[in-house]
């Protein structure tokens, strides 16, 4: 239940890469998604850690069962298979920079709109981005202690409970009474995997949403 709630309420380069191509639209058909360009892959630099390979491998494990990489990792439609497919190139990078927000306007009753890449979400409060996990010092996880990360998902709230709420659809509330040694394996795949410089944009949100926001993720923490 935890999680549904969560799911609700919850690199240097001169050019630019093209990244979708719209094949034209059949008749009576959906129109193709937009045609959009954005920053090749940037090697970021990760800090040294040592984490075992059990404990790595355990992350990686846990990391997949939670679906991680269907937010994290970005995706592009594949104009010849007509599906989008994840960029593994970016694997758990976030939001690409400059990268487009959704395209559409909620309509009545929607939750959400998911915008071209997956990684960007329209809700009734705002726009959110989900963050690059890769272990970039600059832009990414690097930066982060374990203990902060633990923090994170024991109170809902970024900067080891010090920062702003954690805002759908992530779902943390998953990870809120996980075990610290499973905690520390997801921070260790986290660290293991290749650092990509890529700086996510802040949420699109009005405070009074991230007001709300936290009382919820409140409420979700005192959940059985």
Known sequence: M??????????????????????PPKEGSAPPPPTFTIKPVVKGTAPAHKYTQAQISRGETLIRLAGC?????????????GVPLPQMERMLSGH?????????????????V??????AFALPFGVVYAANLTPDLE?????????????????????????RPILPPMPWASFAKASDEDLRSVFAYLRSIPPIKNKVPEPKVPEPAFQMVNKVNSMMLMAP
């Open 2 to 23: 935890r999680f549904r709630i969560a799911a609700i309420v919850a690199s240097s380069a001169l050019t630019f890469a093209v990244v979708a191509i719209a094949a």
């Open 69 to 81: 990489n269907d937010c994290h990792t970005p995706m592009m439609f594949d104009a010849q298979r």
């Open 96 to 112: 690409p920079e400059g990268a487009p927000d959704p395209q559409s306007k909620l309509a009545p009753g929607d939750q959400a």
């Open 114 to 119: 998911v915008g071209p890449t997956f990684t």
């Open 139 to 163: 832009t990414g996880s690097g930066g982060w202690t374990e203990e902060a990360f633990f923090r994170m998902f024991r109170t809902g709230k970024h900067l080891g409970g010090a920062g």
